[in-house]
């Protein structure tokens, strides 16, 4: 128990040192989009094939499901739609993120530790924590929104494609999408990415940055990051979801 | 001049550094041996500030390190050079980029002036035309000279290498320390290396000190080393054969 609570302590004193000002802000700005490309373009095809195939087999189950002649067809492509943007893009696809970016990040800042890179930034004078860690948050934090509204167009349209499949009309499916539609779930969507997004790249980055030893404690520092960033992307599911939508 | 004063540093219960008071001279190649585990790195890293001290006081030309702030701190930092003991190169950047590192945080060079630097330090590291290559592509010993061509981008007045030739070849190992020690005196550097090879003692150790549990138990120059009287740097300077066939040769 104590042992959780000093580590929660020093990922807050590592949060007050990353979130400094940065010094160099052109330095700032490059590693920027550096990061953009790293934690966020790099992901997109992943993220597009898992959202077009889960919107696909979300809307032939809901088609199987609702085979009664007395539910209306359209209710196929709400369904569809509404799960995608509450749970699928931004839970799943956090899940997925936490997996792939996660372990990237704690892997490279781990391994940066222990070959005495980050002490070599730290004697150049530079804010270690600021200069690995800011950016990332930043990126992560601008860019996995626009993944997941990608996400949710993406699955729409799979779910479509798996509509038609399996009989559902055109007409029914895009009606489904128009109906009740609720611009605040959108909002409750992004919000929930943007925490996932901290969540994701400021834990991993606390287990890279604190790794101690050889080659064997990166790949440690990289699972542990994972793990503990997906069960509080799940715990703050919960949390945001209480406080937004009861 | 570094000048140490009743350091003494601890993890925990463990009493690494034990009342150290030294004098490190400026121009000259300040030698720090002993075994494994005798406390080496952690003396360096209290010097260079990556470890806090539990007592004494540390002076770089006089000015007290206890007494700065995080802004002096700073500014002592820029004239810091580290050699450490795996180069720490940075492996997402080429070889010039890490070199240009230090140039790009700290000064407002163009980025002719900046290249004409890299170069200049590549040539002193005999490592020209290496520019675009990256750490990965680079072999033990070249990574080492690339770190100290990082090391003195920003003309440091402190170099510090923490066992410079560990993991090198005899060959290449002669290479970086007569680089050090040359380096050294063209550039009036206080240096401080951490060595535990013998041969670099010889080489060029100036200003040696031995360390022994955490004490410093001998101090001199390489040509009074081998005529100590102290037991345990002569257990420690005659644990090679070599060196001690060397002796028992001078004796007869
Ligand atoms: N960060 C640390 N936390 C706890 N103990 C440490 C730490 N760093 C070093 N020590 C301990 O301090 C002692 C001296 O270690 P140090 O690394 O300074 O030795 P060294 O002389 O550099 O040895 P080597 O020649 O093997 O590099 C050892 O007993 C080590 O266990
Ligand atoms: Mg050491």
């Known amino acids: 128990m104590l042992k959780y609570i000093k580590e929660i302590g020093r990922y807050f004193i590592l949060m007050k040192k990353v979130f400094s000002f940065p010094e160099k802000k052109d330095i700032f700005f490059k590693q920027l989009f550096n990061e953009f490309e790293k934690v966020g373009l790099s992901s997109l095809s992943i993220v597009l094939i898992i959202s077009f195939f889960v919107g696909g087999v979300v809307t032939i189950q809901q088609a199987i499901n609702i085979d009664d002649p007395l539910i209306p067809k359209y209710l196929i492509g709400f369904v569809t739609r509404d799960a995608l943007i509450l749970e699928f893009s931004p839970t799943m696809i956090a899940l997925i993120l936490a997996g792939k970016v996660g372990s990237n990040i704690a892997s490279e800042i781990g391994s940066m530790r222990i070959s005495e890179q980050i002490d070599a930034l730290e004697i150049m004078g530079i804010n270690s924590a600021s200069y690995l860690v800011l950016p990332k948050i930043i990126a992560s934090i601008l860019f996995f929104p626009i993944l997941v509204i990608l996400s949710i167009f993406i699955g729409i349209f799979g779910g479509w494609i798996g509509g038609i499949s399996i009989g559902v009309t055109t007409a029914d499916f895009v009606l489904g999408l128009q109906t009740e539609f609720s611009p605040f779930y959108v909002s409750y969507s992004l919000i929930k990415t943007v925490v996932f997004a901290f969540l994701i790249t400021s834990i991993s980055a606390f287990y890279g940055y604190f790794t101690k030893g050889g080659a064997l404690e990166v790949g440690k520092s990289s699972t542990t990051a994972v793990v503990n960033s997906s069960i509080l992307i799940l715990i703050f599911n919960f949390i945001i979801t209480e406080l937004l939508l009861t | ?252």
Request: aromatic fraction near 8%; charged fraction near 25%.
């Open chain 2, 1 to 252: 001049m570094i000048e140490v004063q009743s350091l003494s540093k601890s993890f925990k219960e463990n009493l690494v550094l034990d009342n150290i008071s030294v004098k490190l001279e400026r121009g000259k190649t300040n030698l720090i041996i002993g075994e494994s585990g005798s406390g080496k790195t952690t003396f360096l890293k209290c010097l260079i500030g990556l470890h806090s001290i539990d007592n004494g006081e540390i002076l770089f030309d006089n000015r007290k390190f206890s007494k700065m702030n995080d802004k002096n701190i700073r500014k002592l930092r820029q004239e810091i050079g580290v050699l450490f003991q795996g180069g720490a190169l940075y492996d997402y950047l080429s070889v010039e980029e890490n070199i240009m590192f230090p140039l790009n945080m700290f000064t407002k060079l163009s980025l002719k002036e900046k290249r004409e630097r890299v170069n200049f330090c590549l040539s002193k590291v005999n490592l020209e035309k290496t520019n675009d290559l990256f750490p990965s592509e680079l072999s033990g010993g070249m990574t080492k000279r690339v770190a100290i061509a990082r090391a003195i981008a920003l003309n440091p007045k402190y170099l510090f290498c923490d066992e410079p030739n560990s993991g090198l070849d005899p060959k290449t190992a002669i290479l970086i320390d007569n680089l050090i020690l040359e380096i050294t005196e063209e550039f009036n550097i206080t240096t401080i290396v951490n060595t535990h090879d013998m041969n670099s003692v010889i080489q060029i150790g100036s200003n040696i000190l031995f360390i022994h549990h955490g004490k410093i138990l001998w101090r001199g120059n390489k040509n009074d080393l081998t005529k100590s009287k102290n037991n345990e740097l002569n257990n420690f300077v005659f644990a090679s054969k070599l060196f001690k066939t060397l002796r028992n040769e001078n004796f007869t």
